[in-house]
């Protein structure tokens, strides 16, 4: 592999590696309540920008290495910006030949950009430190009370924890194709564009085939060892949501949360 | 002057992360036209890192790789250097994608920018070289083949390029005895006929040993022997390697010559394994 992938697992045994996966996913949740409500200032992102940061640093994951990883979406961050400064109405700072900014775009753009930071730190600091197969055995206990309405959470979490599972090995598989094809010829970084997505077949029907073929080996697999889903299943560990969890959910609810509730107040 | 001349050549996985890991650690091997060069390691020695710097798909970390006397990590020379080194993926037939056997060996080709009438014969000549007859296959598509066909079909892709350097990972892993024998004899026959360059890294050793004039041996990324096979084989000594490597008759080989037994350790085929024995039973009169 050329790289780490953003947001991947990264063994250790931190603080908030410890944590029940539930509460790691209430506090994600919690995170993504306050990055997304409508009419929070800069000062409050910031500080929540700065938080995470704090808990990143606990975790022991690197600091460094997750800020890295906003590289990765700077053309996201860049294309939203562009769209809130231009496109909102308000009083025009600079008007040039048709195309205005005004100030209520740049804000917007500003508070935009420390929004989507929060919702990418937040989550990569849920997955970092949360192994995939506590994460979906949190999401399943989460979710089960909606068993009694006969959704089928267990197929759910299983199918989500597969996927992510298996994250990696595509990835893996993908680059292998790459560069066999690229031994004979195909050229997926430069020439035209019409050529160049013809090439991307060269690498799609082989990694479809390869993958369909996968699936179809692992249901096999599970089958002859007489998984079939469902209640009467079991977990090797069961998770203990202890008084040390009741506390981190306590001062990420705050933290978080307060503020929210304290502009739906006034 | 070598084909191919890798000096101290390192190469660092995933530097700067906690999965960091050294796969290639100061190899130095020179490679000469024509040679039929075997490697030859366990899992996780460094074998198909090596061969992937062989074609500029990867670079070193440290150190240097020189194919035809220029360097790999120069763009603009190893953009073209998949025309002169061809190589063959472990498991190529994963690879395939086009919908008829004589389209998938003609897709390096198109490439190349050959034409139509240039490409059909070349493709047949390939197919007919692994072991397939053109008439037959060309029109199937691959996915009707059985898996050892398609290998031959994935392996003609390659050599229809006609490489200077071939260059193949496990290309038997997996195959029957006769699939196998097809695809070995298309080497060694292209070997022969071009004087191509064929590196080699294989698992059956007994098998490699007969095949090659020179042995390269890795063990966890570093070179722990290299050179001419008669000399590799005879200064391997039981204790330094890992004697999983060696067949079982050459392994024997050793072991009497750890007894002290003047044996020759230097041998390749279980019929001169065989002799030696014989000739040793005579003079010690047994």
Redesign the interface.
């Given at each position: 592999?050329k790289?780490?992938i953003t947001g991947q697992y990264?063994?250790g045994d931190s603080i908030i590696h410890r944590l029940d996966p539930r509460t790691k996913l209430l506090g994600c949740f919690a995170i993504i309540i306050a990055a997304a409500w409508p009419g929070q200032q800069i000062p409050i992102l910031l500080f929540n920008i700065g938080f995470i940061l704090l808990i990143i640093y606990l975790s022991q994951v690197g600091v460094v290495?997750v800020l890295r990883g906003l590289r990765t979406l700077r053309m996201l961050f860049l294309l939203t910006f562009i769209c809130q400064v231009f496109f909102t109405p308000g009083d025009s700072i600079w008007n040039w030949g048709g195309i205005a900014v005004s100030r209520q775009g740049i804000y917007l753009g500003i508070t935009t950009f420390l929004r989507l930071v929060i919702l990418y730190l937040g989550s990569s600091l849920l997955t970092m430190t949360t192994s995939t197969l506590k994460l979906t055995e949190g999401l399943e206990s989460l979710l089960s009370p909606l068993n009694y309405f006969r959704f089928p959470v267990h197929q759910s979490a299983m199918i989500i924890n597969i996927s992510l599972r298996f994250v990696p090995t595509i990835i893996e598989e993908a680059e292998?194709?790459t560069?066999?094809?690229?031994?004979?010829?195909?050229?997926f970084d430069s020439g035209p564009l019409a050529l160049r997505l013809k090439t991307v077949?060269?690498l799609m029907?082989?990694l479809l085939?390869?993958t369909l073929q996968r699936a179809t080996d692992l249901a096999l697999a599970m089958e002859s060892r007489c998984y079939a889903g469902g209640q009467s299943y079991s977990r090797e560990s069961s998770m203990v949501f202890t008084w040390k969890d009741g506390i981190a959910l306590g001062i990420l609810v705050t933290i978080f949360l307060l503020p929210v509730w304290y502009g739906y107040v006034n | 002057m070598p084909i191919i001349e890798t000096k101290d050549l390192t190469h660092v996985?995933?530097t700067g992360?906690?999965?960091e890991k050294k796969a290639l650690d100061k190899v130095s091997i020179s490679i000469n036209q024509g040679e039929f060069v075997g490697i030859i390691g366990g899992n996780g020695s460094g074998k198909s890192t090596l061969i992937?710097h062989f074609?500029g798909?990867l670079l070193p970390t440290s150190g240097s790789v020189l194919v035809g006397g220029e360097d790999t990590s120069v763009k603009r020379y190893s953009k073209e250097l998949?025309?002169k080194v061809?190589?063959v993926?472990q498991f190529?037939e994963?690879?395939?994608?086009k919908s008829t056997v004589f389209e998938e060996v003609a897709?390096?080709l198109k490439?190349?920018g050959m034409n139509l009438p240039e490409i059909k014969n070349r493709v047949e000549e390939t197919l007919a070289q692994v072991g397939l007859n053109p008439r037959e296959v060309a029109h199937l598509s691959p996915l009707s083949l059985s898996g050892g066909t398609r290998r031959q079909v994935a392996i003609a892709?390659?050599m229809a390029?006609r490489p200077a350097v071939l260059v193949l990972d496990e290309p038997t892993a997996g195959l029957d005895p006769s699939g196998c024998n097809h695809v070995i004899k298309a080497i060694k026959e292209m070997q022969q006929e071009y004087n191509t360059t064929v590196v080699m890294i294989s698992h059956y050793v007994s098998q490699l040993i007969l095949l090659v004039d020179k042995l390269v041996i890795l063990e966890q990324g570093r070179l722990m022997a290299w050179g001419n096979k008669r000399e590799v084989i005879q200064h391997m000594n039981s204790h330094n390697l890992s004697d999983l490597i060696l067949p079982d008759y050459l392994r024997l080989m050793h072991h009497l010559a750890d007894y002290g037994y003047q044996v020759n350790t230097g041998i390749f085929s279980v019929e001169e394994a065989a002799r030696e024995i014989g000739r040793i039973l005579k003079e010690s009169h047994l």
């Amino acid at each position: 592999m050329k790289g780490m992938i953003t947001g991947q697992y990264i063994n250790g045994d931190s603080i908030i590696h410890r944590l029940d996966p539930r509460t790691k996913l209430l506090g994600c949740f919690a995170i993504i309540i306050a990055a997304a409500w409508p009419g929070q200032q800069i000062p409050i992102l910031l500080f929540n920008i700065g938080f995470i940061l704090l808990i990143i640093y606990l975790s022991q994951v690197g600091v460094v290495r997750v800020l890295r990883g906003l590289r990765t979406l700077r053309m996201l961050f860049l294309l939203t910006f562009i769209c809130q400064v231009f496109f909102t109405p308000g009083d025009s700072i600079w008007n040039w030949g048709g195309i205005a900014v005004s100030r209520q775009g740049i804000y917007l753009g500003i508070t935009t950009f420390l929004r989507l930071v929060i919702l990418y730190l937040g989550s990569s600091l849920l997955t970092m430190t949360t192994s995939t197969l506590k994460l979906t055995e949190g999401l399943e206990s989460l979710l089960s009370p909606l068993n009694y309405f006969r959704f089928p959470v267990h197929q759910s979490a299983m199918i989500i924890n597969i996927s992510l599972r298996f994250v990696p090995t595509i990835i893996e598989e993908a680059e292998v194709i790459t560069r066999a094809q690229k031994s004979r010829g195909a050229r997926f970084d430069s020439g035209p564009l019409a050529l160049r997505l013809k090439t991307v077949l060269a690498l799609m029907i082989p990694l479809l085939a390869a993958t369909l073929q996968r699936a179809t080996d692992l249901a096999l697999a599970m089958e002859s060892r007489c998984y079939a889903g469902g209640q009467s299943y079991s977990r090797e560990s069961s998770m203990v949501f202890t008084w040390k969890d009741g506390i981190a959910l306590g001062i990420l609810v705050t933290i978080f949360l307060l503020p929210v509730w304290y502009g739906y107040v006034n | 002057m070598p084909i191919i001349e890798t000096k101290d050549l390192t190469h660092v996985y995933l530097t700067g992360t906690p999965y960091e890991k050294k796969a290639l650690d100061k190899v130095s091997i020179s490679i000469n036209q024509g040679e039929f060069v075997g490697i030859i390691g366990g899992n996780g020695s460094g074998k198909s890192t090596l061969i992937q710097h062989f074609n500029g798909l990867l670079l070193p970390t440290s150190g240097s790789v020189l194919v035809g006397g220029e360097d790999t990590s120069v763009k603009r020379y190893s953009k073209e250097l998949w025309k002169k080194v061809g190589l063959v993926f472990q498991f190529p037939e994963q690879q395939i994608f086009k919908s008829t056997v004589f389209e998938e060996v003609a897709y390096g080709l198109k490439n190349m920018g050959m034409n139509l009438p240039e490409i059909k014969n070349r493709v047949e000549e390939t197919l007919a070289q692994v072991g397939l007859n053109p008439r037959e296959v060309a029109h199937l598509s691959p996915l009707s083949l059985s898996g050892g066909t398609r290998r031959q079909v994935a392996i003609a892709s390659i050599m229809a390029m006609r490489p200077a350097v071939l260059v193949l990972d496990e290309p038997t892993a997996g195959l029957d005895p006769s699939g196998c024998n097809h695809v070995i004899k298309a080497i060694k026959e292209m070997q022969q006929e071009y004087n191509t360059t064929v590196v080699m890294i294989s698992h059956y050793v007994s098998q490699l040993i007969l095949l090659v004039d020179k042995l390269v041996i890795l063990e966890q990324g570093r070179l722990m022997a290299w050179g001419n096979k008669r000399e590799v084989i005879q200064h391997m000594n039981s204790h330094n390697l890992s004697d999983l490597i060696l067949p079982d008759y050459l392994r024997l080989m050793h072991h009497l010559a750890d007894y002290g037994y003047q044996v020759n350790t230097g041998i390749f085929s279980v019929e001169e394994a065989a002799r030696e024995i014989g000739r040793i039973l005579k003079e010690s009169h047994l």
